[in-house]
């Protein structure tokens, strides 16, 4: 596996497949890099970082249609229905059972909630497997 593993130093945008792919940190902004080694890592990492910027506009979400899936509440102030249920401040729960590429997209419907710009939100890989799992 030691062969698959990447420059962690280049930035990757959120309008990438991240199919196979591990993350090593991601950076919001002008803030300093929050190291993680899961795309779910990084979906709590980015909720608690939006809780802090405005937390009333994010305990909105449960009751936002788009913020949700189609069966299930991605946040939700109550566990049940959720498969996989993590919980957050402010007495939310974030479900956390997503592909790397359904967290890129509840994290793009988030950014674009509140007004930030996807570009700002900068992504570091730990390691790209893909070549891997083309066979």
């Known amino acids: 596996y030691a062969a698959y593993t990447v420059d962690h130093q280049v930035e990757h945008t959120l309008y990438?497949?991240?199919?196979?792919?591990?993350?090593y940190a991601f950076r919001l902004g002008q803030q300093e890099q929050l190291f993680v080694k899961t795309w779910i890592e990084m979906l709590?990492?980015?909720?608690?970082?939006?809780?802090?910027k405005d937390a009333a506009k994010f305990l909105s979400f449960e009751h936002i249609k788009e913020m949700n899936g189609k069966k299930s509440k991605y946040i939700?102030?109550?566990?049940?229905?959720?498969?996989?249920?993590?919980?957050?401040?402010?007495?939310?729960?974030?479900?956390?059972?997503?592909?790397?590429?359904?967290v890129r997209n509840l994290i793009l419907k988030m950014l674009k909630a509140y007004n930030i710009k996807a570009t700002d939100y900068k992504i570091y890989y730990r390691a790209d497997y893909t070549e891997l799992n083309q066979e």
């Open 76 to 102: 939700s102030s109550k566990k049940d229905g959720m498969r996989k249920p993590h919980p957050l401040r402010e007495n939310l729960f974030l479900e956390t059972n997503m592909s790397a590429n359904g």
């Open 44 to 52: 709590i990492e980015t909720c608690n970082i939006l809780i802090d």
């Open 16 to 23: 990438e497949n991240f199919t196979h792919i591990r993350p």
